[in-house]
C-alpha cells in the first residue's frame, strides 16, 4: 500500500489569498492592527505558527492561550466568505493538471491519498470545497495537530494504517508540496518528497532543499508515475537496483553513470585488442 500526501495551497489550489485575508481580519478584530499578514511568511509554515506570528505582529506580543482560540474561530468563521469571494473574482485556481491526476490515483486500489497540510482541519476543508478534490481524500494531517510539519505528516501515516488496517513503511509515503518545507518536513519524517514548482514556493530554497522529484506542474503525470513506482520507466531500468535506487533524479545520475561505465568497458576491449595485436597474437 502506498501513501500519498499532499500538501494543499499551492499544490492542489491556489486560494487567491483567501487565507491572509481571514487571518488580516481576524487578527484586527482582536488587535485593531491591519494587514498583519503583511509581515509574516505565511507559505510552508503551519497555520498554528501562522496565527501566532500575525497576531504578534499585530500586538507586539504573542497570544495567550484564550486569545489564539478566539483567532482561531475567527479564522474559521471567516474563511468561508473569503473563499468564496475569490471563486467569484475567478481567483480561486486548481493547480494545472492536478485534477487528472487525483482521479487516476484514486483509482487504484494500491495507494491511499491523504493530506499533509500545514492548515488546520477546518481551514483545510473550507480551501478544498470549490475544487470538488475533498471526496479524494480520506484522511490527512493538519496544522491543529503540530507546529512542525514533519510531525503532521507522520500523524497522517498514523490514521492511514488505521483506515488500511495494516502498518505502513516510510519508504511507501510520498509526500508532494510547493515549498522547500514540505520536502524537508518529509526528509525528516523519512519519507519521499516531490516538489510542484508552480505553487509559492522559493526555486532556490525548493532545489536546495533537493527533493527526489521536482517538476512544474501535473500536467505530464509521467514523472509522477514513476516517482510513486506506479508506472515502469521507459528506460526499462529496474527500480531498487543500483542503475535506478529509487527516484528519476537518481535514476538520470546512475543512468548516466552506467552509459560511462560501458564506455570504459569498450575501451578496455578496444586496449585489449591493440595489446594482442602489438604483442603478436
Ligand atoms: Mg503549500
Not at 55 to 60: L, P, R, V, Y
Not at 105 to 123: E, F, I, M
Amino acid at each position: 500500500m502506498k501513501i500519498i500526501l499532499f500538501d494543499i495551497d499551492g499544490t492542489l489550489v491556489k486560494a487567491g489569498g483567501a487565507g491572509a485575508r481571514a487571518l488580516n481580519y481576524a487578527v484586527e478584530a482582536l488587535t485593531g492592527h491591519k494587514n498583519a499578514c503583511d509581515a509574516v511568511q505565511l507559505q510552508g509554515a503551519t497555520d498554528k505558527a501562522n496565527f501566532e506570528n500575525a497576531f504578534k505582529a499585530g500586538a507586539g506580543r504573542k497570544p495567550t492561550r484564550k486569545q489564539l482560540a478566539v483567532l482561531t474561530q475567527k479564522y474559521v468563521d471567516r474563511l468561508p466568505s473569503e473563499v468564496l469571494a475569490s471563486v467569484k473574482a475567478k481567483k480561486y485556481l486548481k493547480v494545472k493538471g492536478v485534477e487528472k491526476f487525483l482521479a487516476r490515483l484514486s483509482g487504484r486500489k494500491d495507494v491511499l491519498l491523504g493530506l499533509g497540510t500545514g492548515n488546520l482541519r477546518d481551514g483545510a476543508f473550507i480551501k478544498l470545497e470549490p475544487s470538488g478534490f475533498l471526496r479524494h481524500f480520506a484522511f490527512g494531517g493538519y496544522g491543529c495537530d503540530s507546529h512542525h510539519r514533519s510531525v503532521v505528516l507522520q500523524k497522517a501515516v498514523v490514521r492511514a494504517a488505521k483506515l488500511a488496517k495494516t502498518p505502513i513503511k516510510e519508504r511507501d509515503v510520498f509526500v508532494i508540496g510547493d515549498t522547500h518545507r514540505d520536502a524537508e518536513a518529509a526528509k525528516e519524517a523519512g519519507y519521499h518528497s516531490g516538489v510542484v514548482l508552480d505553487g509559492f514556493g522559493d526555486r532556490a530554497a525548493i532545489m536546495r532543499s533537493n527533493p527526489e522529484l521536482v517538476a512544474e506542474d501535473f500536467s505530464d503525470m509521467k514523472p509522477w508515475l514513476i516517482w510513486l513506482g506506479l508506472e515502469k520507466d521507459p528506460r526499462g531500468v529496474r527500480r531498487g537496483t543500483y542503475i535506478c535506487p529509487d527516484s528519476p533524479i537518481e535514476h538520470a545520475h546512475y543512468g548516466r553513470t552506467g552509459m560511462d561505465l560501458r564506455d570504459i568497458d569498450l575501451g578496455i576491449k578496444k586496449l585489449r585488442e591493440i595489446k594482442r595485436k602489438t604483442a603478436g597474437k
